[in-house]
C-alpha cells in the first residue's frame, strides 16, 4: 500500500518512509477480536429481561412468574461465572516439532491439556487445525473425521496429551495456533 | 477470489488504517477510496492463498506490509 501515499517533503528530508507511517498506523489501531455474536451483552441482555419480568411478578403477585423469574436468573448468574471459573482452570499447551518443512514432509503437533481446579472435566475437542499446512480442510478418509474429533476425560490435577501428524501440501505460510513455544 | 468472506468489523479495520493514513501529519496524500478497495481485494487474496475462505486482521496487516 505504501507506493499510493505521497510523503510531505519535510517527511523525505527527515528519511520517513511510507511503509514506517504504515506501520505506525497499523501498531495504533487496535483489532476487534469478538467477531459474531457479543455473548457477554447476549446474557446481560436475557438477565435485564428476567429482572423486569420479577418486577412485574412482584407487582402483579404472580407467585408462579417471580419464582420463574428466580430460576432465570440464578441460571444466568451460573452460566455467567460457573462457566469461566471452569475455563481458568485449564492450561493449555499447543507445541509443533516443526516450524519450517518442505512440501510433502511431516510436522507433528502436541497439545497438551491439564486440569488444575478441584473438579473433574468432560471435554469435547475438535482439531481445528486442518487448514493448516495446506491441508485446506480436506480428510482422506472416514478414519481421519474420526480422528478429528477426541473426548477427553480430566480428573483433578492430571493431564492429556495429544499428538497428531499434519503433511505440508503446499506451500505457504501457515498459522497452526497460537504455539506454546 | 471476491467469495472470500470480509466481515463487517475486518472492513472497519481495513477502512480505519485508510482513513488514518489520510490524516496521518508524515504524509501530503494518504490512501484513496481506490486504496481501500484494492486493500480489500489484496487480503481476500492473501486470505485465498493461504486457504481460507475468510479474511483475517493478520491478512489485512500483511498487506500493507507489503
Known amino acids: ?16 518512509t511510507t511503509q514506517s507511517v504504515l506501520d505506525e498506523i497499523v ?5 476487534n477480536h469478538h467477531f459474531g455474536v457479543d455473548l457477554e451483552s447476549e446474557l446481560m441482555r436475557a ?9 412485574i411478578g412482584l407487582l402483579t403477585g404472580a407467585s408462579m412468574l417471580v419464582y420463574a423469574a428466580y430460576v432465570l436468573i440464578a441460571i444466568y448468574m451460573l452460566t455467567r461465572y460457573l ?3 471452569w475455563a481458568d482452570s485449564l492450561v493449555a499447551l499447543l507445541q509443533s516439532t516443526a516450524h519450517e518443512v518442505e512440501i510433502g514432509q511431516n510436522g507433528f503437533i502436541n497439545f497438551k491439556l491439564q486440569n488444575g481446579g478441584e473438579a473433574a472435566k468432560h ?6 487445525y486442518s487448514a493448516a499446512w495446506g491441508n485446506g480442510g480436506a480428510t482422506t478418509g472416514s478414519q481421519d473425521r474420526r480422528q478429528q474429533l477426541a473426548i477427553v476425560f480430566l480428573s483433578t490435577g492430571s493431564a ?5 501428524k499434519l503433511t505440508a501440501l503446499r506451500r505457504g505460510y501457515f498459522q497452526i495456533g497460537p504455539l506454546n513455544c | 477470489m471476491q467469495e472470500v468472506f470480509v466481515d463487517p468489523k475486518v472492513r472497519q479495520y481495513l477502512l480505519q488504517i485508510v482513513q488514518d493514513s489520510r490524516t496521518h501529519e508524515a504524509l501530503a496524500l494518504g490512501g484513496s477510496p481506490r486504496a481501500s478497495i484494492a486493500l480489500m481485494r489484496s ?3 492473501m486470505a485465498a ?15 500493507v506490509g507489503l
Open chain 1, 47 to 55: 438477565l435485564a429481561v428476567s429482572l423486569f419480568l420479577l418486577l
Open chain 1, 83 to 85: 462457566s469461566r471459573k
Open chain 1, 123 to 128: 471435554l469435547d475437542l475438535a482439531r481445528r
Open chain 1, 27 to 31: 501498531s495504533e489501531i487496535a483489532v
Open chain 2, 43 to 45: 487480503s481476500q487474496a
Open chain 2, 49 to 63: 492463498v493461504l486457504g481460507r475462505s475468510y479474511v483475517l486482521p493478520d491478512d489485512v496487516k500483511k498487506v
Open chain 1, 1 to 16: 500500500m505504501g507506493h499510493r501515499l505521497i510523503l510531505k517533503p519535510e517527511s523525505r528530508l527527515r528519511k520517513i
Open chain 1, 160 to 164: 492429556k496429551l495429544h499428538s497428531y
